[in-house]
Structures are given as structure tokens and as C-alpha cells.
């Protein structure tokens, strides 16, 4: 239920967390989030939003149409005669204030998790219920996928738009606690293409695309589906990897071709199948989204000797900078013989650093009124 | 005819040009070359073979397998009572000296052109004719498309090992002679993956591949055809891209994958794709074999503008070397407005040299005795 801070006062901080691609349509929330504060109050002149400090154009189209879905939701809400309704909040403008937990250089989905954190904040705000994952589609194509936690289906409507598309939770955050990701930040690069855009072309030209999606992706979800509920971490790991792969061969084939991979990149996933070759054992996963960041998925009792490995054969460089952020891992020693047998060159500054994380709840109210990002003047707190 | 040196003596010396996809299964044959000087004489201890200056290992099994078929096809010439039959060369040893007129590192089809040449060769030392492709087929996948110049088609048998795999001449190397090619040399480090057993990875375990093969390739084909019978520059260049681009898709759909392109090969790309924008016309074109080189096809009046604009995006190292090599190419001046419009930053070293080509014949016999490459004696010349 929204807070009042006196009578012309409502707000409302929510976080949500951020997706990482399994395989195409079925995805992993982790720990990393969004947080986002919403206020609403008749002395707003105007709707206003701060991301990360810096004050944004609210008048961008997404955001735009969020609102006003969200508004339009509402009306209907209060027309249908339900009591419970926050009628204020329609007449009166928004402040908007949202920070993500983990760098932006990251590359992670963080307009996903921010879009699903804003229409999650503001439909609280606004007490709207029901199917959300409609309304954040607006914002992001994939924001839809960010109301739950742990695994989640993306399931596709029949629209050309993707405005029926909707989410649906394969398994909670707590089915397989011992699932770890590591988050390698290879390059602070801007990314080349918009992965809106990028995605458009490759439908428009990519012949593989129409194949990967017609013929493999349909029977790899059944499959991922499967492996998520058994805890198969083989069958998993093996599935992760090739439907990465397979994602930017698309791109590749696309025309113009699209490239996010880097050189990093490559060395990153030679260093996972010459790991996992070592073992005779697929112990570790890449997946790679829109930019050339790694997000590797390993169990727990591999995390420490893995992130020795990368930090073994990409140096971090000696001049500061903490290396390895979030989740603590404790140093290791490399034997000798799987140094040898990985036998790669080391590549010094090849990876900025590491965010070590696991699974994550779905978007969720924050009860404690000291962590709304907004003052009670309605403008970010110095901390914010 | 075979020359004779005296009695104990038979050599020969030919050349065979460098192949280049143009897609798959229809090729380009160009002016670089392979030279292959083939002696045969009863004096000789065991059959040797020089390669760039340096002997080699003649068991190996290619090799091998070259040497046996031409020598099974000699013996059943004779055995058929053909009278023109070098009968000599059955059972003495012989002679290898082969090289190329460009650098290894070009990462050329070398191989190709190598077996080719020494089947060749070898043929005319032990006086066979015929379908010889079917031999040179033994030594290299592909050698057996070098067997003509200008544009060749690899017609596929239908034997699982491609024994019975032929090629045909689709134009001569003469009907399209305002077509040029520049080769750039983007990197001398060695492959990671060696393209015969890359590609049998990739036959089994991409999926892209199968339906690339099934689907896409055919149709390909008969375009290709018509453009080049055409002279159709535009349907030429792009069939090239969209092919060269598939191919590395299914590189990298392939399980572990397959990475040939590194960041300057990306680069080169993005470049074309910059250049032809800013003139609105598809005015050059890259493709790129199983290495990090670009091939790049543009017409004659392109070439001086678009070796300069190479100049400018990849300056060339400034202690020595020659940058540019093979036909010489004219200095020009960029207009302002062309380097902004392709906007990238300059890289410096990114390209190492640039050899200027064009077409090129198929393989023939080298009239003039003092190009022959071993010395009466049965040894490399000095210069071989």
C-alpha cells in the first residue's frame, strides 16, 4: 500500500532485478537490481525522472507510454467503481528516481529491469493490479520478462507488436540455490548497433534467423525447460552455450552483419571449452547478450577456482580498481597442469572485472521508508 | 612433353593459380600462383619434396596419397597400351620443388593450389591426361577447383568422401577483366583451428550449417552464376558478403565454435558496408575464407580510391615494408567528406600489407627451362 507522507504525499520504492538470458524466451533474474522510488503530489508541476543521479528527458517515447498505460489502467480501475483505488494519483504528476545496484558499464539488461521497476513502482503507486507485463512491454521488449524471479518463459502472443506477449515462472529464485553467475565486464565500449535495431535487421535479412526460430528454438525451450527442473547442470551449461552461439550466428548473417562478440569475447569462450575439456566435464557456461560482456554460470563449488582461472589468464591491472564486486570469493591456486592444459597467452586489462552474483527475487515493494530514493521535497536524496 | 636432361632425366615445371570463394562452390581464380617443378630420374634415392625454400616431410599422407593415384593412373595407361606413356617415371623417384609468388601469411588457399600445381605436375611428368581433378581432390578439399582459371563452379559427387566431386569452368579468366581483387593482410597469427577439421565440426554439430547446405546454397548458386555471366557487379558483391557472412555464422553455430574474423577482419567489414553507404552503391565487396584476411572485390576504376581509404582507416606501419604488393596502384587523395562519412578511428598496424590481384589462368606448363626450379643435379636452385 502506497506511503502518505501528509495528505498531498505518495510514494513508493520498489526493486527489481536483472535478466540474463538462458537460452532465447527463457531467462535467469539475478540478484543485481534496479531500485526505483515513485512520488506523486498535486505541488508537481510536471512528470520528472532521475536514473542514476542524472535527471532524463521524461517526453521519450517508452517512458511516455508506460505512463500513460499505467494512468489509462488506472481510470479504467476507478470507472469499473473498485474501492480501493489511489484516485489522487491520476490528476497529479510523478517524480521518478531509479538506481541500479551494478555498474551500467556492465551491459547488463538494465532498461529491462528499469523498465519492469517502473511500471512495477508506478502501478503500486497508482493501485493498478493484475497483468503488468503487458503494460512494461511498452517500455522494453523484454521488461515483460523481468516481473518474476528466479527462472522465467517468456511466452509469445499471436500480435506482430509483441503487446500480448506475457512471462510466466519456470521455477523460483530458491529451486537451485548452488546456480552462480559471474558477470565478465570485457570492454566499457559503446555497443555498435542498438539491439532494437539490430534485432529488427536481423529478421528483415537474416535467412538462419528465420530457421533458428521456426525449427531449434521451440525444442531447445522444451528442453532448457527440463534441465532447469531436474537441476541438470550438463544439459544446461551445453544448451546456454550453443543457443548463445547460435543467437550471434544470427547476427552475423544478418545483413549489414552485426557484431557484438570482441576479441575478449572469444578468448572467454575458448577459456570456458578448454576449462570444461580439462575435466572432461562441462563445469562452466557462457552467454553472451547484445555486447561483448561474458555472464558465465557455474555451480558453487567451482566459483573459486574459475574466477582464479580468469583472473590467471586475463590480469586485472595492478593500478586499483576493485577486480571482483559482489558476491565474496575466496582466492585460490591454479595447479599447474590446468594452467597447462588451458595454454592460453595472458591478456593483461583484456577484462575490467568480475560481478559475482546468484539468482534473484522478482520486483518487490521495499517496506523501509529510509530507503525511498526521493526526499520528502519529492527531489533525489543526496544518495541517490 | 616432358624435357628430357639427358637420359635419366624428365622434368617439369607448372603453375596453378590461387583459388577465392566467391560463395561457396564457385570460385575465382587469381594471379597469384603456386610453381611446381617436378624432376623424375632413376638416380634419385626416394622421393623429396621442397616447399617454399624448405624440404618437407614427404610421408605425409596427402602427399602420399597424391603420389600413388597419379602413379596408379600412369600404370594403367600403360597397362591399356597407350603409346605415349612416359614409362621412365613408374618406377623411379622424384623430385619436388614447389613455390608460391606471394607470402604464406596471406593465408591464401596455398594448399589448394599447391596440390593442384603438383598433380599437374606430375601428370604431365608421367604423361597422364584426363579427369584429374579427382586426384588433386586427394591432397586438399578443395584443390580440385584449381584445375581451371577465371570463375569455377565445384560440381558435388554424390560419394559421402567427395572423391567424385568435379569442377567446371563457369567464365574464363578473360570475360570479366575490369574485375580486381585486393587482398589485406590483416594478421600473421596462425589459425586456431585447422580448416579441414573445422569444418567437419561444424558438419556435425551445427544446425545452421544443414539448412544453409539445403536451403540457402542452391539458389545462391544459379544468382552467382548469372551475375558473373551478367557482369552484374552489384548482385556479385552483395551474394559475396551474404555468403562470406553465412559461412561464419555456421562457424560459429558450430560446437565448440569456430572463430575466424577477429576485430580488424569486423572492422574491414564495417568499413565496406561505411563506403558503399556513403556512394548509396554497392561498390566494393569482402569475403573472408577460414582465417582473419580480407578478400576484397571491387572494380578497376575503385581500386586506387579504396586502397587509399585502407591507407587511412589502417596506417601502415612506418618502419619499411612495402604495403603495397603484386599490381601496382596509383596514390589518390580522400575527399573530406568520404572519410567523415565512414567516421571510424584510424588503427594503426591493424592491416599489415595489401597485395593488388586480378584474375589469373588455370594451371599450365612453364615453357622456358630456366624457370624450372631444381638444377641438373635434382636439387632446389638458389633461388627456389
Redesign the interface.
Known amino acids: 500500500m502506497p506511503e502518505d507522507s501528509g495528505k498531498e504525499f505518495t510514494m513508493v520504492t520498489c526493486s527489481a532485478p536483472v535478466n540474463i538470458a538462458v537460452i532465447k524466451y527463457c531467462e535467469y533474474r539475478m540478484f543485481l537490481k534496479t531500485t526505483t522510488t515513485v512520488a506523486c503530489s498535486r505541488s508537481f508541476q510536471e512528470d520528472r525522472i532521475w536514473l542514476n543521479g542524472k535527471e532524463e528527458d521524461i517526453t521519450q517515447p517508452r517512458l511516455q507510454s508506460c505512463l500513460r498505460e499505467i494512468r489509462c489502467l488506472a481510470r479504467k480501475r476507478r470507472s469499473d467503481g473498485e474501492a480501493d483505488v489511489d484516485t489522487a494519483g491520476l490528476s497529479h504528476k510523478v517524480h521518478i528516481c531509479s538506481v541500479n545496484n551494478f555498474p551500467t558499464a556492465a551491459g547488463l539488461a538494465s532498461s529491462a529491469a528499469g523498465y519492469a521497476c517502473l511500471v512495477y513502482t508506478l502501478s503500486r503507486v497508482m493501485g493498478v493490479e493484475g497483468e503488468l507485463s503487458v503494460v512494461s512491454r511498452q517500455g522494453s521488449g523484454s521488461a515483460c520478462r523481468s516481473m518474476y524471479g528466479g527462472f522465467v518463459q517468456w511466452i509469445m502472443g499471436q500480435q506482430g507488436d509483441g503487446k500480448d506477449s506475457l512471462s510466466q515462472q519456470v521455477e523460483p529464485e530458491t529451486h537451485w540455490p548452488e546456480l552462480r553467475v559471474l558477470v565478465l565486464v570485457v570492454s566499457a565500449e559503446r555497443k ?1 548497433v542498438g539491439s532494437t535495431s539490430g534485432m529488427q535487421t536481423s529478421v528483415e535479412t537474416s ?2 534467423l528465420k ?2 526460430a521456426d ?2 528454438v521451440p525444442a531447445r525451450m522444451k528442453e532448457m525447460i527440463e534441465a532447469v527442473h531436474k537441476r541438470d547442470f550438463t544439459a544446461f551449461a ?1 544448451l546456454t ?2 543457443d548463445s ?2 543467437f ?3 547476427c ?6 552485426i ?1 557484438y562478440l ?2 575478449v569475447s ?1 578468448r572467454v ?2 577459456l570456458v ?1 578448454r576449462y570444461n575439456r580439462h575435466y572432461r566435464e562441462t563445469k562452466v557456461a557462457y552467454t553472451f547478450d547484445a555486447g561483448p560482456n561474458a555472464v558465465i554460470y557455474t555451480l558453487q563449488q567451482n566459483v573459486e577456482e574459475f574466477v582464479q582461472v580468469v583472473k590467471h589468464f586475463f590480469p586485472p591491472e595492478t593500478n586499483g580498481g576493485q577486480f571482483l564486486k559482489g558476491l565474496p570469493v575466496a582466492p585460490t591456486t591454479l595447479s599447474e597442469e590446468l594452467k597447462q592444459a588451458i595454454g592460453m597467452e595472458p591478456m593483461v586489462k583484456g577484462i575490467c572485472y568480475i560481478i559475482s552474483t546468484k539468482a534473484g527475487p522478482g520486483p518487490r515493494v521495499v517496506e523501509d521508508p529510509s530507503e525511498h530514493l526521493l526526499g520528502s521535497d519529492g527531489l533525489p536524496k543526496e544518495s541517490a
Chains 1, 2 share one sequence.
Open positions: 555498435p535467412i538462419l530457421h533458428r525449427s531449434v551445453e552455450m550453443k552461439n547460435q550471434h550466428a544470427t552475423l548473417d544478418t545483413y549489414p552483419p557484431f570482441n576479441d572469444r569462450i575458448n571449452h
